[in-house]
């Protein structure tokens, strides 16, 4: 591996890993972000159970297309969502980082089984389309094929029925861009269909 660009993708990652941590996008412990090194052909993950926030380089996992642990410095366990990145990148061959989260608006379409309706301008970042993957038990090898069958060039935000969502894109950062796209999007859609008009 170039440890040149190793290390620069590996910061990248951490910066965005941080700013989703701060900002809410992932809350506590839960979601997880990628990167990949298409000409070296491995993955770069947030381990599992350490805040987003709280997250130093030698946390981050490299693994190969086949979950193989290539470089862990801390030892820590990649993502058990490892496999559902994997399906992403196999499937889209344009894209070059995924981020999951479980962003309080989005995630409420999730459990409803619900696309997010573009009801506002900022839709327009993420080409006004989501796709709902029917339910699999998290990082399981269910869901991943579950997302491998219904991932498409047309959308790169898929909603994960009762679980979640999956943004993808080029560079980590306008891939978290979008992701507070949808949040901001889902927000307006849901609290706009509480409003009563004749109570305005």
């Not at 699999?136 to 959308?155: F, M």
């Amino acid at each position: 591996m170039n440890s040149i660009i190793l290390l620069s993708l590996k910061e990248q990652l951490l910066k965005a890993s941080k700013e989703v941590g701060l900002s809410g996008l992932c809350r506590h412990k839960t979601g997880n972000l990628s990167v990949i090194n298409r000409k070296e052909q491995y993955i770069i993950i947030t381990p599992s159970a350490i805040s987003k926030a709280r997250l130093v380089l030698a946390d981050l996992v490299v693994c190969d297309f086949e979950g193989n642990i290539l470089d862990n410095p801390n030892n820590n366990k990649p993502s058990s969502e490892l496999p559902m990145h994997i399906a992403c990148y196999r499937n889209r061959g344009d894209v070059h980082s995924v981020v999951h989260t479980h962003s309080t608006y989005a995630t409420a379409f999730a459990v409803k089984g619900l696309e997010i309706p573009p009801v506002v301008t900022e839709s327009v970042f993420y080409n006004d389309n989501t796709t709902v993957i029917g339910y699999g038990k998290p990082g399981s090898a269910e869901l991943a094929e579950k997302v491998a069958a219904g991932i498409s060039d047309n959308s790169d935000v898929l909603i994960l029925e009762k679980h979640g969502v999956i943004v993808m894109g080029e560079a980590i950062a306008e891939t978290i861009l979008k992701a507070k796209y949808v949040e901001e999007v889902a927000k307006v859609a849901l609290l706009s269909s509480m409003l009563n008009e004749n109570n305005l």
